[in-house]
């Protein structure tokens, strides 16, 4: 007979410690980070019924995490004006004339993707760089790069223009390229 996995105390608290940490990535605030990982948990806990096996019971909670969070931004957007768009005056002197690195910018060689993506402490220092970004390009870059959301839904969801979003995402590329190169690659900033 199996056990339900939502009633094993252990099960939770890594779940729970999981789902906070990344809720607190996306919202930026710890209050508002707890009360969607409870409301998530309450969610899952009443409508375990609900429950079709078609993903992992932990892949299944997550995604009711995904929609309080969505639904805290779309929150987020109604009360607080839209993010304009900048002046990108900072990113050119990362790019030549055809939009190509300059020279003296240009990444330099690293480690294969496997094994930066094997360490563990790579994925910790991308999160604290993450979790430096400004707080709209970092909820634009998570939203599109780890919940898989397309640029639409994106636009939609925070109020903004499809230019913004590229433009969001693009700065944060670029400052999460100069903080791993700082942090974890070793080069100069």
């Given amino acids: 007979m199996a056990t339900d996995p939502l009633q094993d105390p252990e099960f939770l608290t890594a779940l729970r410690r999981d789902m906070l940490r990344f809720a607190e990535m996306q919202l930026r605030d710890r209050a508002q980070a707890e009360d969607a990982v409870q409301e998530a948990l309450t969610g899952a806990l009443m409508g375990k019924?609900?429950?079709?096996?078609?993903?992992?019971?932990?892949?299944?909670?997550?995604?009711?995490?995904?929609?309080?969070?969505?639904?805290?931004?779309?929150?987020?957007?109604?009360?607080?004006?839209?993010?304009?768009?900048?002046?990108?005056?900072?990113?050119?002197?990362?790019?030549?004339?055809?939009?190509?690195?300059?020279?003296?910018?240009?990444?330099s060689e690293w480690q294969t993707p496997q094994q930066a993506m094997e360490s563990k402490q790579f994925w910790e220092v991308f999160e604290a760089c993450l979790y430096r970004l400004p707080e709209a390009s970092g909820r634009i870059f998570t939203m599109r790069e780890v919940l898989g959301f397309d640029t639409d839904e994106i636009c939609q969801t925070l109020g903004i223009t499809t230019n913004n979003c590229w433009v969001q995402l693009h700065r944060a590329r670029l400052a999460l390229r100069a903080c791993l190169g700082a942090n974890w690659f070793g080069e100069a900033a």
Avoid: C
Avoid at 54 to 66: F, G
Avoid at 75 to 87: D, F, G, H, L, W
């Fill in 49 to 107: 019924e609900k429950f079709a096996s078609r993903a992992s019971l932990r892949t299944w909670v997550l995604s009711i995490l995904k929609n309080k969070i969505v639904d805290v931004l779309r929150r987020k957007v109604r009360e607080n004006a839209a993010v304009n768009p900048e002046n990108d005056e900072n990113s050119n002197e990362f790019f030549d004339h055809r939009d190509h690195w300059a020279e003296d910018t240009r990444p």
